[in-house]
Protein backbone atom coordinates (compact mmCIF):
# COMPACT_ATOMS: atom_id res chain seq x y z
CA UNK A 1 0.00 0.00 0.00
CA UNK A 2 1.28 3.86 -1.00
CA UNK A 3 1.41 5.72 2.37
CA UNK A 4 -1.21 8.37 0.75
CA UNK A 5 -3.38 5.23 1.11
CA UNK A 6 -2.72 4.52 4.38
CA UNK A 7 -3.31 8.55 5.52
CA UNK A 8 -6.55 8.67 3.87
CA UNK A 9 -7.81 5.52 5.36
CA UNK A 10 -6.37 6.74 8.89
CA UNK A 11 -8.44 9.66 7.64
CA UNK A 12 -11.89 8.00 6.57
CA UNK A 13 -11.37 5.94 9.82
CA UNK A 14 -11.92 9.63 11.84
CA UNK A 15 -14.82 10.60 9.74
CA UNK A 16 -16.31 6.74 10.54
CA UNK A 17 -15.63 7.16 14.08
CA UNK A 18 -17.30 11.02 13.77
CA UNK A 19 -20.46 9.81 11.92
CA UNK A 20 -21.27 7.04 14.78
CA UNK A 21 -20.29 9.58 17.55
CA UNK A 22 -23.15 11.83 15.56
CA UNK A 23 -25.93 9.28 15.88
CA UNK A 24 -25.29 8.24 19.48
CA UNK A 25 -24.45 11.34 21.37
CA UNK A 26 -27.76 12.91 23.08
CA UNK A 27 -25.74 16.20 24.07
CA UNK A 28 -24.99 19.29 22.37
CA UNK A 29 -21.67 18.98 23.57
CA UNK A 30 -21.29 15.34 22.49
CA UNK A 31 -22.06 16.08 18.80
CA UNK A 32 -19.07 19.20 18.61
CA UNK A 33 -16.59 16.74 20.26
CA UNK A 34 -17.92 14.30 16.75
CA UNK A 35 -17.88 17.10 14.53
CA UNK A 36 -14.19 17.73 15.16
CA UNK A 37 -13.32 14.37 14.94
CA UNK A 38 -14.23 14.93 11.48
CA UNK A 39 -13.06 17.90 10.76
CA UNK A 40 -9.28 16.45 11.80
CA UNK A 41 -9.80 13.58 9.48
CA UNK A 42 -10.32 16.42 6.73
CA UNK A 43 -7.16 18.25 7.19
CA UNK A 44 -5.35 14.90 7.90
CA UNK A 45 -6.61 13.86 4.09
CA UNK A 46 -6.02 17.74 2.70
CA UNK A 47 -2.41 17.47 3.82
CA UNK A 48 -1.78 14.20 2.88
CA UNK A 49 -3.04 14.72 -0.69
CA UNK A 50 -0.84 17.55 -0.80
CA UNK A 51 2.43 16.00 0.43
CA UNK A 52 2.59 12.67 -1.60
CA UNK A 53 1.57 14.02 -4.86
CA UNK A 54 4.48 15.06 -7.87
CA UNK A 55 3.56 18.81 -7.16
CA UNK A 56 6.09 20.70 -5.64
CA UNK A 57 6.01 24.34 -4.50
CA UNK A 58 3.23 26.99 -4.14
CA UNK A 59 0.73 24.23 -5.33
CA UNK A 60 2.04 21.91 -2.25
CA UNK A 61 2.37 24.81 0.18
CA UNK A 62 -1.74 25.15 -0.95
CA UNK A 63 -2.82 21.85 0.51
CA UNK A 64 -1.21 22.93 4.21
CA UNK A 65 -2.85 26.15 4.26
CA UNK A 66 -5.98 24.56 3.44
CA UNK A 67 -5.64 22.29 6.47
CA UNK A 68 -4.98 25.54 8.66
CA UNK A 69 -8.13 27.13 7.40
CA UNK A 70 -9.61 23.99 7.95
CA UNK A 71 -8.35 24.23 12.18
CA UNK A 72 -9.35 27.47 11.82
CA UNK A 73 -13.04 26.96 11.03
CA UNK A 74 -13.20 24.10 13.76
CA UNK A 75 -12.19 26.71 16.22
CA UNK A 76 -14.90 29.04 14.76
CA UNK A 77 -17.16 26.59 14.73
CA UNK A 78 -16.39 25.51 18.67
CA UNK A 79 -16.84 29.14 19.77
CA UNK A 80 -20.67 29.23 18.30
CA UNK A 81 -21.41 25.98 19.29
CA UNK A 82 -20.29 26.77 23.07
CA UNK A 83 -22.07 29.93 22.44
CA UNK A 84 -25.49 28.45 21.60
CA UNK A 85 -24.96 25.19 24.42
CA UNK A 86 -25.36 28.40 26.79
CA UNK A 87 -28.32 29.56 25.53
CA UNK A 88 -29.98 26.15 24.65
CA UNK A 89 -29.13 25.53 28.97
CA UNK A 90 -30.47 28.73 29.80
CA UNK A 91 -33.50 28.27 27.92
CA UNK A 92 -34.68 24.69 28.33
CA UNK A 93 -32.81 23.70 31.49
CA UNK A 94 -30.61 20.87 29.64
CA UNK A 95 -29.09 20.10 26.37
CA UNK A 96 -30.33 17.30 25.04
CA UNK A 97 -30.99 17.64 20.91
CA UNK A 98 -34.57 15.97 21.68
CA UNK A 99 -35.20 18.91 23.78
CA UNK A 100 -34.92 21.41 21.18
CA UNK A 101 -38.34 21.59 19.99
CA UNK A 102 -39.41 25.24 20.04
CA UNK A 103 -37.22 27.81 17.84
CA UNK A 104 -39.11 31.05 20.10
CA UNK A 105 -39.09 30.11 23.47
CA UNK A 106 -41.21 30.96 26.24
CA UNK B 1 34.86 25.27 36.82
CA UNK B 2 33.94 25.71 33.30
CA UNK B 3 36.72 23.78 32.40
CA UNK B 4 35.08 20.71 34.31
CA UNK B 5 32.25 21.59 32.85
CA UNK B 6 33.16 21.01 29.21
CA UNK B 7 35.30 18.04 29.64
CA UNK B 8 31.97 16.31 31.23
CA UNK B 9 30.44 17.75 28.25
CA UNK B 10 32.76 16.33 25.45
CA UNK B 11 33.12 12.80 27.09
CA UNK B 12 29.29 12.25 27.36
CA UNK B 13 29.24 13.42 24.09
CA UNK B 14 32.17 11.31 22.59
CA UNK B 15 30.16 8.49 24.97
CA UNK B 16 26.60 8.86 22.94
CA UNK B 17 28.93 8.68 19.52
CA UNK B 18 30.49 5.18 20.51
CA UNK B 19 27.00 3.96 21.78
CA UNK B 20 25.54 4.88 18.13
CA UNK B 21 28.19 3.85 16.37
CA UNK B 22 27.39 0.17 18.20
CA UNK B 23 23.73 0.38 17.79
CA UNK B 24 23.93 1.33 14.17
CA UNK B 25 23.04 -2.59 13.08
CA UNK B 26 20.53 -2.87 15.02
CA UNK B 27 18.48 0.08 14.59
CA UNK B 28 15.47 0.28 11.40
CA UNK B 29 15.87 1.65 8.69
CA UNK B 30 14.81 5.27 7.96
CA UNK B 31 11.88 3.53 5.93
CA UNK B 32 11.12 1.18 8.62
CA UNK B 33 11.52 3.92 11.32
CA UNK B 34 8.41 5.96 9.72
CA UNK B 35 6.38 2.79 9.54
CA UNK B 36 6.51 2.27 12.66
CA UNK B 37 5.69 5.77 13.80
CA UNK B 38 2.86 5.65 11.61
CA UNK B 39 1.80 2.64 13.37
CA UNK B 40 2.03 4.01 16.49
CA UNK B 41 0.06 7.23 15.49
CA UNK B 42 -2.42 5.44 14.43
CA UNK B 43 -3.45 3.34 17.70
CA UNK B 44 -3.42 6.54 18.94
CA UNK B 45 -5.95 8.00 16.52
CA UNK B 46 -8.04 4.87 16.99
CA UNK B 47 -7.45 4.70 20.95
CA UNK B 48 -8.62 8.16 21.64
CA UNK B 49 -11.52 8.40 18.64
CA UNK B 50 -13.08 5.07 20.24
CA UNK B 51 -12.91 7.12 24.03
CA UNK B 52 -13.99 10.13 22.12
CA UNK B 53 -17.06 8.41 20.78
CA UNK B 54 -18.09 5.66 23.53
CA UNK B 55 -17.21 6.84 26.67
CA UNK B 56 -20.50 7.72 28.56
CA UNK B 57 -18.66 10.58 30.65
CA UNK B 58 -18.11 14.07 28.39
CA UNK B 59 -14.71 14.66 30.45
CA UNK B 60 -13.19 11.11 29.17
CA UNK B 61 -14.22 11.88 25.81
CA UNK B 62 -12.35 15.31 25.61
CA UNK B 63 -9.61 13.82 27.14
CA UNK B 64 -9.91 10.78 24.18
CA UNK B 65 -10.23 13.90 21.78
CA UNK B 66 -6.88 14.88 23.10
CA UNK B 67 -4.85 12.03 22.37
CA UNK B 68 -6.78 11.91 18.72
CA UNK B 69 -5.18 15.35 18.12
CA UNK B 70 -1.97 14.61 19.62
CA UNK B 71 -1.94 11.52 16.73
CA UNK B 72 -3.05 13.48 13.87
CA UNK B 73 -0.21 15.76 14.50
CA UNK B 74 2.19 12.80 14.82
CA UNK B 75 1.22 12.23 11.13
CA UNK B 76 1.08 16.02 10.10
CA UNK B 77 5.08 15.62 11.71
CA UNK B 78 5.37 12.53 9.43
CA UNK B 79 4.06 14.18 6.29
CA UNK B 80 6.65 16.51 6.32
CA UNK B 81 4.81 19.81 7.71
CA UNK B 82 6.01 20.62 11.80
CA UNK B 83 4.49 23.78 11.00
CA UNK B 84 0.85 22.30 10.74
CA UNK B 85 1.67 19.68 13.88
CA UNK B 86 2.78 22.91 15.83
CA UNK B 87 -0.78 24.39 15.24
CA UNK B 88 -2.51 21.58 15.76
CA UNK B 89 -1.04 21.54 19.17
CA UNK B 90 -2.23 24.99 19.77
CA UNK B 91 -5.20 25.39 18.41
CA UNK B 92 -6.74 22.14 18.90
CA UNK B 93 -5.75 21.03 22.21
CA UNK B 94 -4.55 24.12 23.25
CA UNK B 95 -8.14 26.14 22.46
CA UNK B 96 -10.92 24.01 21.32
CA UNK B 97 -10.72 21.07 23.75
CA UNK B 98 -10.29 24.16 26.48
CA UNK B 99 -13.20 25.56 24.79
CA UNK B 100 -14.88 22.22 25.17
CA UNK B 101 -14.20 21.97 28.94
CA UNK B 102 -15.87 24.97 29.45
CA UNK B 103 -18.88 24.05 27.49
CA UNK B 104 -18.90 20.99 29.78
CA UNK B 105 -18.83 22.69 32.80
CA UNK B 106 -21.25 25.86 32.20
CA UNK B 107 -23.89 23.13 31.02
CA UNK B 108 -23.93 20.94 34.00
CA UNK B 109 -23.13 17.83 31.95
CA UNK B 110 -22.45 16.08 35.30
CA UNK B 111 -21.33 12.13 35.17
CA UNK B 112 -25.05 10.79 35.69
CA UNK B 113 -26.27 13.50 33.52
CA UNK B 114 -28.24 12.63 29.76
CA UNK B 115 -25.04 11.34 28.19
CA UNK B 116 -24.25 8.53 31.12
CA UNK B 117 -27.31 6.27 29.79
CA UNK B 118 -26.10 3.59 27.10
CA UNK B 119 -27.72 4.13 23.61
CA UNK B 120 -30.52 2.21 22.73
CA UNK B 121 -29.62 -0.64 20.64
CA UNK B 122 -31.40 0.73 17.80
CA UNK B 123 -29.65 3.54 17.91
CA UNK B 124 -26.26 1.94 18.03
CA UNK B 125 -27.38 -0.29 14.74
CA UNK B 126 -27.66 2.46 12.82
CA UNK B 127 -24.78 4.13 14.15
CA UNK B 128 -22.66 1.56 12.96
CA UNK B 129 -24.64 1.62 9.82
CA UNK B 130 -23.19 5.03 9.49
CA UNK B 131 -19.88 4.68 10.27
CA UNK B 132 -19.70 0.88 7.80
CA UNK B 133 -21.22 3.06 5.31
CA UNK B 134 -17.96 5.37 4.51
CA UNK B 135 -15.69 2.36 5.02
CA UNK B 136 -17.22 0.39 2.27
CA UNK B 137 -18.49 3.08 -0.02
CA UNK B 138 -14.95 5.19 -0.10
CA UNK B 139 -12.71 2.51 1.34
CA UNK B 140 -12.54 0.31 -2.24
CA UNK B 141 -12.01 3.91 -3.57
CA UNK B 142 -9.05 5.04 -1.89
CA UNK B 143 -7.47 1.42 -2.09
CA UNK B 144 -7.74 0.92 -6.21
CA UNK B 145 -7.82 4.69 -6.90
CA UNK B 146 -4.46 6.52 -5.09
CA UNK B 147 -1.01 6.05 -6.97
CA UNK B 148 1.81 6.37 -5.17
CA UNK B 149 3.96 9.50 -6.38
CA UNK B 150 5.54 9.89 -2.55
CA UNK B 151 8.66 11.31 -2.94
CA UNK B 152 11.14 12.57 -0.04
CA UNK B 153 11.26 16.42 0.47
CA UNK B 154 12.36 18.75 2.98
CA UNK B 155 9.86 20.17 4.87
CA UNK B 156 8.67 23.81 4.12
CA UNK B 157 9.87 26.77 5.84
CA UNK B 158 7.19 28.61 7.90
CA UNK B 159 8.02 31.60 5.57
CA UNK B 160 7.42 29.48 2.52
CA UNK B 161 3.41 29.49 4.41
CA UNK B 162 3.45 33.06 4.71
CA UNK B 163 4.69 33.92 1.13
CA UNK B 164 1.52 31.06 0.06
CA UNK B 165 -0.63 32.90 2.37
CA UNK B 166 -0.20 36.21 0.92
CA UNK B 167 -0.18 35.59 -2.67
CA UNK B 168 -2.23 32.23 -3.59
CA UNK B 169 -5.17 32.52 -0.85
CA UNK B 170 -4.96 35.56 -0.18
CA UNK B 171 -8.80 35.84 -0.47
CA UNK B 172 -9.26 32.78 1.90
CA UNK B 173 -6.89 34.60 4.31
CA UNK B 174 -8.72 37.33 4.56
CA UNK B 175 -12.73 35.75 4.06
CA UNK B 176 -11.61 33.61 7.54
CA UNK B 177 -10.92 36.18 9.16
CA UNK B 178 -13.98 37.94 8.85
CA UNK B 179 -15.47 34.67 9.63
CA UNK B 180 -14.03 34.24 12.71
CA UNK B 181 -14.86 37.76 13.43
CA UNK B 182 -18.24 37.16 12.67
CA UNK B 183 -18.14 34.06 15.07
CA UNK B 184 -16.50 35.91 17.95
CA UNK B 185 -19.35 38.90 17.79
CA UNK B 186 -21.85 36.39 17.36
CA UNK B 187 -20.62 34.32 20.62
CA UNK B 188 -20.24 37.60 22.49
CA UNK B 189 -24.12 38.41 21.33
CA UNK B 190 -25.81 35.11 21.85
CA UNK B 191 -24.00 34.68 25.58
CA UNK B 192 -24.54 37.76 26.85
CA UNK B 193 -26.70 38.86 29.13
CA UNK B 194 -27.75 42.30 29.72
CA UNK B 195 -27.72 43.17 33.40
CA UNK B 196 -30.99 42.37 35.45
CA UNK B 197 -32.12 41.14 31.81
CA UNK B 198 -33.62 37.94 30.90
CA UNK B 199 -31.55 35.65 28.43
CA UNK B 200 -32.00 36.10 24.63
Known sequence: MSPLTLFLLASLILLALGLIGLITRRTIVGLLISVELMLNGAGLSIVAAAKTSSITGLLDIHGQLAALFVMGLAAAEATLVLAMALVVQRRFGQTTTDSLTTIKGS | ?200
Open chain 2, 1 to 200: MNDILNNIFHSLARLFADLEAWLAPFLPSQDLAAYLAFAFYVLLLLGGGLVAVLARNLVRATLGLIITFLGVAGMYLLLASPFLALMQLLIYVGAVCVLIFFAIMLTKNTSDGEEARCPRLSNLSLAGLAGLAPLVVIGPLIYQGTSSLVTRRPADTVANLGEGLLSIDLLSFELISIILLVAMAGAVYLAFRPHGGRAR
